[in-house]
C-alpha cells in the first residue's frame, strides 16, 4: 500500500489526512489548532503542521504530500528569508481603503481584465499597499512576498533561499497580481501597490513535483477551496457552497471569468482550469453568533431554527457581522429587521440567523449563473453543513436540492489527492468518488430572499 499526505493549514487549524494513493481510503488523520486573530507569525503553522503529523502518526510510511491553505494573506519575508512581520490573514480588514484606492486608481474593469478579479481587502495586492503607507520601515525590509501555503512548502522543502519560492496557480490567483487567463505576473499592478517589485514565488504545473521533505515529493499544493474542489473530485456543472470560517460559492470551469463588479472572483483552480468563486465574511460564525445571542449551543440553534416556521414570521438578520466582503461592506455591521412581539422569540432569531446566512450565499449562486455558469448539481460541505437546520434550510433558499456528503477534510483530501497525482505522473489528477452523499429538497422561499434583499440593499 502506497501512501499519500494531505494538509489543511487553515485559518483556525491545521488538519493532515494520510490516504491510500490507489483507493483513497482513509488511513489515519490529526490536527492541531492556530492562534486566533487575523495577524499570525507564520512559525505557529510551522508548529501545528508538526503537531498534527505526529498526531497523525507522523510520515515515515508517506511517500507524497502537498499542502493546501488558507488563501490570500501576506507572508513578507527579507532577503535572507526571515519573515518581516507577522502575516496578515485574508480575513485581516484594515487593508479595505487600500483596496478602495487601488480600484478608483485605475477602475474596476481594468483590474478585472487584468487579473479576473476586482480587489478587495482580502486580497495581497491590497495589504501590500496598506503595509506601504501604514509601515514603511517593515516594507522596505520586504525582499519577497508569498502566502501561507508557500511558504508552509518552501519550510517543508528545507529552504532558506527566497529564490526558491514555489507556488500554483490557484493560490496565485487570490493576490491580485497573477492572472489566470495569461497564467502571467502582472509585475506592474504589484508596483503600483508597494512602489516597487519584490520577488515572487515561481507558479509550478499542476502535479509538478516541486521538492523534497526528506524522501518525501511535494506537491505545488493549493489554495484551499481549489484543494476542496479536488478532495470533492468536482467537475464542470458541480457547484460547491462551503460554509466554513468564510462562506464560498465556486465552481470549476473550462474558461476564465473577469466580472467588473467585484462578486465573482475569476481565480484558477488546482489542474490547470479556472475556478469562478463568490466569497462571504460571515458563514459559520453567524451561527455560532446566533447560538449565543439564544442562550444555547449549536445543536439547539439547530432545534429551535427547525422549530420556527419558514421566513421566521418576516424577521430578518443581515449577517454581516464581521464586515463582508461580497457585497464589499468591510465596516458594515449585522442587523436585525422585522421585529415585532409575535416573532421576538430564540427560535425565530435561531430561523433568521440560518436563512439570513444562506441568503447571502444563494447571492454568490446568482451571481455564478449571471455569468453562464452551469448549474447541474449544488454540493454544501464545510463546518456549516453538519448543522441539520442548515442542509434543511438550504434548498429552500438556494431554490435547488442539495447534495451533502458526509462531514469530512475535503481540503486535506484534495491535498492528499494531489500528493497521489504527483506519484502518478499522469495528466489529470485521480477522479474521487464520495460516497453516502445526501440529498435534500424543499420548496424555494423567493419571498424570504426578497425582503432579505430589500433589507440588504438598505445597508448597502
Same mark, same amino acid.
Given at each position: 500500500?502506497?501512501?499519500?499526505?494531505?494538509?489543511?493549514?487553515?485559518?483556525?487549524?491545521?488538519?493532515?489526512?494520510?490516504?491510500? %494513493?490507489d483507493?483513497?481510503?482513509?488511513?489515519?488523520?490529526?490536527?492541531?489548532?492556530?492562534?486566533?486573530?487575523?495577524?499570525?507569525?507564520?512559525?505557529?503553522?510551522w508548529?501545528?503542521?508538526?503537531?498534527?503529523?505526529?498526531?497523525?502518526?507522523?510520515?515515515? =510510511?508517506?511517500?507524497?504530500?502537498?499542502?493546501?491553505?488558507?488563501?490570500?494573506?501576506?507572508?513578507?519575508? !527579507?532577503?535572507?528569508?526571515?519573515?518581516?512581520?507577522?502575516?496578515l490573514?485574508?480575513?485581516d480588514?484594515?487593508?479595505?481603503?487600500?483596496?478602495?484606492?487601488?480600484?478608483?486608481?485605475? /477602475?474596476?474593469?481594468?483590474?478585472?481584465?487584468?487579473?479576473?478579479?476586482?480587489p478587495?481587502?482580502?486580497?495581497?495586492?491590497?495589504?501590500?499597499r496598506?503595509l506601504?503607507?501604514?509601515?514603511?520601515?517593515n516594507?522596505?525590509? %520586504?525582499?519577497?512576498?508569498?502566502?501561507?501555503?508557500?511558504?508552509?512548502?518552501?519550510?517543508?522543502? *528545507?529552504?532558506? !533561499?527566497? @529564490?526558491?519560492?514555489?507556488?500554483?496557480?490557484?493560490?496565485a490567483?487570490?493576490? #491580485?497580481?497573477?492572472?489566470?487567463?495569461?497564467?502571467?505576473?502582472?509585475? =506592474?499592478?504589484?508596483?503600483?501597490?508597494?512602489?516597487?517589485?519584490?520577488?515572487?514565488?515561481?507558479?509550478?504545473?499542476?502535479?509538478? %513535483?516541486?521538492?523534497?521533505?526528506? =524522501?518525501?515529493?511535494l /506537491?505545488?499544493?493549493?489554495?484551499?477551496?481549489?484543494?476542496?474542489?479536488l478532495?470533492?473530485?468536482?467537475?464542470?456543472?458541480?457547484?460547491?457552497? @462551503?460554509? *466554513?470560517?468564510s #462562506?464560498?460559492?465556486?465552481?470549476?470551469? !473550462?474558461?476564465?471569468?473577469?466580472?467588473?463588479t *467585484?462578486?465573482?472572483a475569476?481565480?484558477?483552480?488546482?489542474?490547470?482550469?479556472f475556478?469562478?468563486?463568490?466569497?462571504?465574511?460571515?458563514?459559520?460564525? %453567524?451561527?455560532?453568533?446566533?447560538?449565543?445571542m439564544?442562550?444555547?449551543?449549536? =445543536? *439547539?440553534?439547530?432545534?429551535?431554527?427547525?422549530?420556527?416556521?419558514?421566513?421566521?414570521?418576516?424577521?430578518?438578520?443581515?449577517?454581516y457581522?464581521?464586515?463582508?466582503?461580497?457585497?464589499?461592506?468591510?465596516?458594515?455591521?449585522?442587523?436585525?429587521?422585522?421585529?415585532?412581539l409575535?416573532?421576538?422569540?430564540?427560535?425565530?432569531?435561531?430561523?433568521?440567523?440560518?436563512?439570513?446566512?444562506?441568503?447571502?450565499?444563494?447571492?454568490?449562486?446568482?451571481?455564478?449563473?449571471?455569468?453562464?455558469?452551469?448549474?447541474?448539481?449544488?454540493?454544501?460541505? /464545510?463546518? /456549516?453543513?453538519?448543522s441539520?437546520?442548515?442542509?434543511?434550510?438550504?434548498?429552500?433558499i438556494?431554490?435547488?436540492?442539495?447534495?451533502?456528503?458526509?462531514?469530512?477534510?475535503?481540503?486535506? !483530501?484534495?491535498?492528499?489527492?494531489?500528493?497521489?497525482?504527483?506519484?502518478?505522473g499522469?495528466?489529470?489528477?485521480?477522479?474521487?468518488?464520495?460516497?453516502?452523499?445526501?440529498?435534500f429538497?424543499?420548496?424555494?422561499?423567493?419571498?424570504?430572499?426578497?425582503?432579505?434583499?430589500?433589507?440588504?440593499d438598505r445597508?448597502?
Amino acid at each position: 500500500m502506497r501512501l499519500a499526505a494531505g494538509v489543511d493549514s487553515s485559518t483556525q487549524s491545521c488538519k493532515v489526512v494520510i490516504r491510500d %494513493v490507489d483507493s483513497g481510503a482513509l488511513i489515519r488523520q490529526g490536527s492541531a489548532p492556530h492562534p486566533a486573530g487575523t495577524e499570525v507569525d507564520p512559525e505557529a503553522w510551522w508548529q501545528a503542521l508538526h503537531t498534527a503529523i505526529e498526531a497523525a502518526g507522523g510520515l515515515d =510510511d508517506v511517500e507524497a504530500l502537498a499542502v493546501g491553505g488558507q488563501q490570500h494573506g501576506m507572508v513578507c519575508l !527579507d532577503e535572507h528569508g526571515e519573515v518581516v512581520r507577522p502575516a496578515l490573514l485574508w480575513n485581516d480588514t484594515r487593508s479595505a481603503q487600500a483596496a478602495t484606492d487601488l480600484v478608483g486608481e485605475l /477602475g474596476a474593469e481594468v483590474w478585472a481584465q487584468a487579473v479576473g478579479s476586482v480587489p478587495v481587502a482580502s486580497f495581497t495586492v491590497t495589504k501590500l499597499r496598506w503595509l506601504a503607507e501604514h509601515e514603511p520601515e517593515n516594507a522596505a525590509r %520586504v525582499a519577497a512576498v508569498c502566502l501561507p501555503h508557500d511558504w508552509l512548502t518552501w519550510r517543508l522543502r *528545507g529552504s532558506t !533561499d527566497i @529564490s526558491e519560492l514555489i507556488t500554483d496557480r490557484s493560490d496565485a490567483s487570490g493576490t #491580485g497580481y497573477w492572472s489566470p487567463a495569461t497564467g502571467e505576473y502582472r509585475q =506592474d499592478l504589484l508596483k503600483r501597490a508597494f512602489g516597487r517589485e519584490v520577488l515572487l514565488p515561481r507558479v509550478a504545473g499542476a502535479g509538478e %513535483v516541486v521538492g523534497r521533505f526528506g =524522501d518525501i515529493a511535494l /506537491g505545488p499544493g493549493a489554495g484551499d477551496n481549489a484543494a476542496a474542489a479536488l478532495g470533492l473530485g468536482a467537475r464542470a456543472g458541480d457547484v460547491v457552497v @462551503s460554509i *466554513g470560517t468564510s #462562506g464560498t460559492v465556486f465552481a470549476v470551469s !473550462d474558461i476564465p471569468t473577469a466580472e467588473a463588479t *467585484g462578486t465573482v472572483a475569476g481565480f484558477a483552480d488546482a489542474t490547470g482550469r479556472f475556478l469562478p468563486l463568490v466569497c462571504t465574511l460571515n458563514a459559520a460564525r %453567524v451561527l455560532d453568533a446566533g447560538a449565543a445571542m439564544s442562550g444555547t449551543d449549536l =445543536d *439547539g440553534l439547530s432545534k429551535a431554527a427547525l422549530s420556527a416556521p419558514p421566513g421566521a414570521d418576516g424577521l430578518i438578520l443581515i449577517p454581516y457581522l464581521e464586515g463582508e466582503r461580497t457585497p464589499n461592506l468591510p465596516d458594515a455591521a449585522g442587523s436585525l429587521h422585522g421585529l415585532r412581539l409575535a416573532n421576538a422569540t430564540s427560535a425565530h432569531l435561531a430561523r433568521a440567523a440560518v436563512e439570513g446566512m444562506l441568503c447571502g450565499l444563494a447571492d454568490g449562486l446568482d451571481a455564478l449563473t449571471a455569468l453562464g455558469v452551469p448549474v447541474e448539481r449544488i454540493l454544501l460541505i /464545510g463546518g /456549516g453543513a453538519r448543522s441539520e437546520a442548515v442542509r434543511t434550510i438550504a434548498p429552500a433558499i438556494l431554490g435547488r436540492p442539495v447534495a451533502v456528503p458526509p462531514p469530512g477534510e475535503y481540503v486535506a !483530501d484534495g491535498a492528499a489527492a494531489q500528493a497521489a497525482w504527483v506519484l502518478a505522473g499522469s495528466e489529470e489528477p485521480p477522479r474521487r468518488v464520495t460516497q453516502g452523499t445526501e440529498t435534500f429538497e424543499a420548496e424555494p422561499l423567493p419571498e424570504v430572499r426578497k425582503r432579505y434583499h430589500e433589507y440588504r440593499d438598505r445597508v448597502a
